[in-house]
């Protein structure tokens, strides 16, 4: 068992080849938190959550300085250590085994758990979180909805007993009333107990969730902080809510991409293309 | 009529060894993607290590030696060389395999010289009388015995750990790395998995009423290729149907070459590839491979 510390990453460097992905990166996730990673694409969000979970190799990529560690010991950048100790991912684009059943996909996400009874009890917890996927266990996973995936994926995820979930973009590609419910389970997973490092582009609902916030950019934080202050912050209020200044100030809902304001700021264009 | 029949069953017990082997090769696709050319070897040193210690274990112990013996061969060429191999291409892994098949061949066939080597099997050549049709015992023996281990192995596939393990990898290795599977441990095993299944595809190879095991037994090993091809490389069950396809194919087609002299001596040979080659124009995946399907 991991001690009190949680997810800290500190001075990360990570290449793919002679590509820089991320440099100089701390990201701290304390025990039982929802933090959140925002950023543009290409930012290094994915990087850095391959990074903790140990499969940058699939991508030829490493890690070149800086360490990451969970419960005060580092990770060793293996998959399966990780999962062992508890931090497990769910990958981008939710990527469920499209070939095999619901069920069988649910006993992917147990493979690295020894304990049966810790298996059943995973698959209770999920089934009431997700009780679509009771309903289907021998359907094919390929032929389930968007959303539908989307949480088999986190289910799957969660058959591991992690105490740090790992999101990438859970979001992604879902009708906003799938993303809000999407949103609110993430939620409940967090108040049952777990960590939740979540990466998205959606930075109205992380914002929503988390309780701290980063923004990267080019390979580096930008900013960071509590995520009421970043999401009151004209900065990222303009680049990631869609919202222009603090006068047209407007609740920021989960899952509700906030619509553009009545009198738009001129847009940021590249100078290069503009020139 | 009782020549076809008994052209059917020889085929259909022939076949069920291919399939042995085309399972072996398609548990290595399936875990690796690797198209692994090694496989013809394997076989061979699994049917030699059983020639070579029945005289001195028996019969029994020697094929349980082989069958080890294969495996850990297998598990060693995964171990010290696909493992380190540093390519990014599949294509050019399956082409160090023909590397690594061309020098374990040729080890074997000096070391087997121009001998034909008995494995000292309990069935000899004994045959079988049902009705009027006359059948070898270790056809008989050779079917059976490659129905059960393919049923234990579609089994495992479906239900174990170890059968999801590779499922898992065998779609996404990524994602089944997120999941604790280690995808080394994975790919070793079928790989030893592989090669026992070649030792023992290689004694129903080897006996009755072929002479025994010789240099040529390679060329035998390599006609679950196309079982494996023709069935679908990604598929167990593909393995089972091409290896039946070709068995009987092969038998027919050399039980009625008379008939068919038109087409040349030794057709029964090529059959199979043919055949292949007739199933790949209509199915490019072969029968049951998986077609490129995607929701995005």
């Keep these: 068992m991991a001690g009190e510390a949680g997810l800290e990453i500190t001075d990360l460097a990570v290449h793919y080849g002679p590509v820089r992905a991320l440099r100089g990166v701390r990201v701290t996730v304390p025990r039982g938190a929802v933090v959140a990673v925002l950023g543009?694409?290409?930012?290094?969000?994915?990087?850095?959550?391959?990074?903790?979970?140990?499969?940058?190799?699939?991508?030829r990529g490493g890690v070149t300085s800086g360490t990451v560690s969970f419960g005060g010991s580092r990770l060793n950048g293996s998959p399966a250590a990780?999962?062992?100790?508890g931090v497990v991912q769910v990958p981008e684009g939710r990527r469920v085994f499209a070939r095999m059943t619901v069920a069988e996909n649910l006993r992917a996400g147990a493979l690295g758990v020894r304990d049966r009874t810790k298996v059943a009890e995973a698959r209770d917890r999920v089934h009431s979180l997700f009780p679509i996927l009771a309903e289907r266990p021998h359907q094919r996973a390929g032929l389930l909805s968007g959303?539908?995936?989307q949480m088999l994926s986190i289910a799957r995820a969660l058959m591991a007993n992690p105490s740090m979930l790992l999101l990438d973009e859970p979001t992604l590609g879902l009708a906003p009333m799938m993303a809000a419910r999407i949103a609110a389970t993430i939620r409940e997973i967090n108040e049952q107990g777990t960590s939740v490092l979540l990466v998205e582009q959606n930075a109205a609902m992380a914002l929503g969730l988390a309780s701290h916030a980063y923004?990267?950019?080019v390979g580096e934080v930008a900013l960071s902080g509590p995520a009421a202050e970043l999401a009151a912050s004209d900065e990222v209020r303009r680049r990631y809510l869609g919202v222009g200044t603090p006068e047209t100030d407007r609740p920021v809902g989960i899952g509700a991409d906030a619509p553009p304001e009545a009198t738009p700021r001129p847009v940021r264009?590249?100078?290069?293309w503009t020139a | 009529m009782t020549t076809f029949l008994e052209l059917l069953v020889n085929g259909i017990s022939v076949g069920a060894v291919y399939a042995l082997i085309a399972l072996g090769f398609v548990v290595i696709f399936k875990a690796t993607e690797v198209v692994?050319?090694?496989?013809?070897?394997?076989?061979?040193?699994?049917?030699?290590l059983v020639a070579k210690l029945h005289p001195a274990?028996?019969?029994?112990?020697?094929?349980?030696?082989?069958?080890?013996?294969?495996?850990l061969v297998g598990a060693l060429i995964e171990f010290l060389i696909i493992r380190?191999?540093?390519?990014?291409?599949?294509?050019v892994l399956a082409i160090v395999t023909i590397g690594v098949d061309i020098l374990l061949t040729t080890e074997l066939t000096r070391e087997i010289g121009t001998d034909v080597l008995a494995l000292g099997d309990p069935w000899r050549d004994q045959v079988l009388h049902l009705g009027p049709i006359m059948i070898a015992e270790t056809r008989v023996v050779a079917l059976g015995v490659a129905a059960a281990l393919i049923t234990a192995f579609l089994l495992a596939f479906k239900f174990t750990g170890w059968g999801v393990a590779m499922r898992a990898t065998a779609e996404d290795a990524e994602t089944a790395a997120l999941m604790g599977v280690r995808l080394g441990r994975v790919s070793l095993s079928a790989w030893a998995v592989a090669g026992a299944l070649a030792a023992i595809a290689a004694l129903f190879l080897c006996v009755f009423p072929t002479p025994g095991l010789d240099r040529s037994t390679t060329a035998a090993a390599m006609k679950a290729f196309p079982a494996a091809i023709l069935g679908g490389l990604d598929s167990t069950t593909g393995a089972l149907a091409g290896g039946l396809i070709v068995g009987v194919t092969e038998a027919l087609m050399s039980g009625y070459q008379s008939q068919l002299a038109f087409l040349g001596r030794g057709i029964g040979d090529a059959a199979p590839f043919l055949v292949m080659i007739a199933i790949l124009l209509f199915r490019p995946a072969g029968i049951f491979g998986t077609k490129e399907l995607a929701r995005v």
Excluded: D, M, Y
């Excluded at chain 1, 543009?40 to 991508?59: C, D, I, M, Q, Y």
């Excluded at chain 1, 990780?82 to 100790?85: E, K, P, Y």
């Excluded at chain 2, 380190?84 to 294509?91: I, N």
């Design chain 1, 40 to 59: 543009a694409n290409g930012a290094g969000k994915t990087t850095l959550l391959r990074a903790v979970s140990g499969t940058l190799r699939f991508h």
């Design chain 1, 269 to 272: 264009t590249l100078p290069r």
């Design chain 2, 84 to 91: 380190r191999a540093r390519v990014g291409s599949h294509g």
């Design chain 1, 147 to 149: 959303g539908e995936q």
């Design chain 1, 82 to 85: 990780a999962v062992a100790r």
């Design chain 1, 215 to 217: 923004v990267l950019e």
């Design chain 2, 36 to 48: 692994n050319f090694t496989h013809a070897s394997l076989l061979l040193a699994g049917g030699f």
């Design chain 2, 57 to 71: 274990l028996g019969f029994w112990l020697a094929l349980a030696a082989g069958v080890a013996g294969a495996a």
